[in-house]
């Protein structure tokens, strides 16, 4: 048995390189959420499509208001969705409605709440000066104009834009599939009580959100024992649809540990990294699949994720930038670290008063309601064993990206 460790950094470049860039596809826009556009995207049509009205009112000629209040005949009515039958002639108007063509021969609209409102003829109150509330086609985007450039992280204001070009569909690397499988002849299912021994099994249901928050899609595969036949029957169906095949649990030094059997000497290599939580690590290629074999202590499965898997599934999906932020901030209590690791330890971070992060219980790695009322991973170096109150540390916010 060896005692040398891996580096944090060299393990997390290991597993960055077994995910490779994901396929370009056509994603419906409705889809895209959270991906990451592939291509420049060019507008064919203009925004606006053509000049239209900003208000409901009247469009009419400003010459014609130039002393008020005047009369106007009003010869057409048109609703948004519908274009006037004819120009509009010297001395009339058109009732109109926001986001309606302004017609050919109107140069203004004047707003309804400045005239009498009339239908057949209207009496107006106030002048326009030419151009009041008209919306000129192209004022917002040119045809040919590049909207969005490859590579932007597509949000909701993204996806509006496309919609409102006319896009469909959008050029854009797809999710990554994982398969998630959680190991432990111990892990039971919700709704049986306890058999003495068992646990709820909750790595899985962790693994596969954090999965989906990262961007990616999971399949969970929960409850397999550590029975290194039964693992593999469980991973053979599935492994040619995955990109990557993330497991919890059997990896470290004891008698069962199925996960590290089913791989030894199959491309996984096991390894422990100079980190705490999260030491025992493995990863490979399996199959010619990225696999990704955490521990089981479920904050050490958590930990590692961030650490290790999430920023490969960003790359993978094309994001620049990987990593969560981080913020500088100061300890409110003191803690210490195992030396020769870089710890991670949960905190819960407010920047509005004064950018305090405070450590959430200890550094046990089974102390998941912790985990859970935290907001931020608190980085104590490898060097450093014991850190003051009023410190200051960086933290790794865990819901930004
Ligand atoms: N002799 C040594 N023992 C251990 C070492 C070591 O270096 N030498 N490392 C410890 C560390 S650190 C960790 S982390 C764990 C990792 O162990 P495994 O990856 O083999 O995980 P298991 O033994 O299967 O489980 C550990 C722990 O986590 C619970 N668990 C597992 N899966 C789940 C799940 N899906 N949901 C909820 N809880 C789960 C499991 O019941 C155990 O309590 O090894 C240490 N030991
Ligand atoms: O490294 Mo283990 O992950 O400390 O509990
Ligand atoms: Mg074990």
Not at 201 to 219: C, F, H, I, K, P
Not at 228 to 257: K, N, Q
Not at 353 to 376: D, E, I, K, Q, Y
Request: aromatic residues 4%; contains cysteine.
């Amino acid at each position: 048995m060896s005692d040398t460790l891996t580096r944090v950094a060299d393990h997390k470049a290991h597993v960055a390189g077994l995910v490779g860039a994901m396929p370009v596809v056509e994603s419906p826009v409705a889809d895209c959420l959270g991906l990451v556009l592939a291509e420049d995207l060019v507008a064919t049509v203009p925004l606006p499509p053509f000049d239209n009205s900003a208000m409901d009112g009247y469009a009419v000629r400003a010459a014609d208001l130039a002393s008020v209040p005047v009369r106007l005949p009003v010869v057409e009515d048109i609703p948004a969705g519908r274009a006037a039958s004819a120009p509009l002639a010297a001395g009339t108007a058109h009732r109109i409605m926001t986001g309606a063509p302004v017609p050919v021969g109107a140069d203004a609209v004047v707003q309804v709440e400045w005239t009498d409102g009339g239908t057949a003829v209207v009496r107006v109150d106030r002048p326009v000066v030419a151009g009041q509330n008209v919306r000129r086609m192209a004022d917002d985007v040119a045809v040919g104009t590049t909207v969005l450039r490859a590579g932007v992280a597509l949000g909701p204001a993204q996806l509006g834009l496309a919609a409102a070009l006319g896009f469909g569909s959008l050029p854009v690397r797809r999710r990554p599939r994982v398969l998630v499988l959680s190991t432990g002849s111990e892990l039971v299912g919700p709704g049986v009580p306890l058999e003495p021994g068992q646990i709820y099994e909750s790595n899985g249901v962790m693994l596969a959100a954090a999965v989906r928050e990262a961007g990616g899609e999971a399949e969970l595969l929960r409850f397999v024992p550590d029975d290194v036949e039964r693992f593999h029957a469980a991973i053979a169906p599935r492994l040619a649809s995955v990109d990557l095949l993330l497991t919890s649990g059997g990896v470290s030094a004891g008698a069962y540990e199925v996960v590290k059997d089913a791989f030894t000497g199959r491309g996984v290599e096991f390894t422990k990294v100079a980190m705490q939580p999260g030491g025992p690590q493995g990863a490979g290629r399996y199959q010619g699949v990225a696999v990704a074999t955490l521990p089981g202590n479920p904050v050490s499965a958590q930990v590692s994720f961030e650490v290790f898997v999430r920023p490969a599934l960003r790359a993978a999906m094309g994001f620049s930038r990987v990593e969560r932020p981080t913020a500088a901030a100061r300890l409110s209590a003191p803690i210490t670290s195992p030396a020769g690791r870089t710890q991670f330890r949960r905190g819960a971070y407010d920047p509005a008063s004064g950018r305090v992060v405070t450590p959430v219980g200890g550094p046990g790695s089974h102390l998941l309601s912790a985990l859970a009322v935290s907001n931020c991973l608190i980085e104590v170096p490898e060097e450093v064993t014991e850190l003051a109150a009023g410190t200051e540390v960086a933290v790794r916010l865990l819901h930004g990206e």
